[in-house]
């Protein structure tokens, strides 16, 4: 049972212009959103985050846009740049979740020059 | 310096036998965690420590054993290796088990794979 869902295995974007990386999610409990992003044999590595009070966050080229009505959150990164290439993930977490996040499959991006 | 390290990155062994991953942190978390990094690349919890305490066990077959000597290293010993046990094994921390505050650092993962 895939409570947090990331339909698109992959996404090529041209260099310069926006990525918009999406995932839909089940549990209406979820009440955090972080994003990860992975390089090849690397870990994750924290991108940017979001809770349900707010419905945007911005932190420089990126920000995460939340839809609570339509459990529907959106990553842009705008402009694309060859360095954003890598698997990025979702993930949520209850509020009082210490210790869990349940993680979407991932979405490859390819930012083509 | 690696902030979360783990040994070896790649594992190829039998069927049957029993191995280990070892974790270590540097950066002073009392929380670590093990990942497990499946075919289709979901990541799903295993097991997490904080200070040394067992606080997630998730459905894991008990072939798997964590051990935690201080609250800086997290070890995994795998019995009996199945073939479905094949992955990507990832060991994390974070301060305090505040993983939405988004602080989940991730060491590089550990290939392991069962012939």
């Known amino acids: 049972d895939q409570q947090v869902k990331q339909n698109s295995p992959s996404l090529s974007v041209q260099e310069g212009r926006i990525s918009i990386l999406n995932c839909d999610y089940t549990?209406?409990?979820?009440?955090?959103f972080l994003w990860y992003k992975k390089y090849p044999a690397e870990g994750p590595t924290f991108l940017i985050s979001?809770?349900?009070i707010k419905d945007k966050n911005e932190d420089g080229r990126f920000t995460v846009f939340l839809n609570k009505s339509a459990k529907h959150l959106s990553l842009h990164i705008v402009p694309s740049q060859p360095g954003d290439s890598a698997v990025y993930f979702c993930?949520?977490?209850?509020?009082?979740?210490?210790?869990?996040?349940?993680w979407g499959a991932g979405t490859k991006l390819i930012i083509k020059p | 310096d690696t902030a979360v390290s783990q040994t070896p990155k790649y594992l190829v062994t039998q069927m049957g036998n029993d191995k280990s991953i070892k974790c270590e942190q540097n950066?002073?978390?009392?929380?670590m965690y093990w990942y497990k990094q499946d075919s289709k690349k979901f990541l799903k919890i295993m097991f997490s420590?904080?200070?040394?305490?067992?606080?997630i066990n998730e459905t894991v077959p008990n072939r798997f054993s964590p051990k935690s000597p201080d609250k800086a290293h997290l070890n995994l010993h795998i019995n009996s290796l199945e073939l479905g046990d094949s992955a990507v094994y990832f060991c994390?921390?974070?301060?305090?088990?505040?993983?939405?505050?988004?602080?989940?650092?991730f060491g590089e993962g550990s290939r392991l794979t069962v012939l």
């Open positions: 994390a921390s974070s301060q305090q088990g505040k993983v939405y505050t988004g602080e989940l650092f």
């Open positions: 420590y904080n200070n040394k305490e067992l606080i």
């Open positions: 993930a949520a977490s209850p509020l009082d979740g210490n210790y869990q996040l349940i």
């Open positions: 549990n209406s409990m979820f009440d955090y």
């Open positions: 979001i809770s349900s």
């Open positions: 950066l002073g978390h009392d929380t």
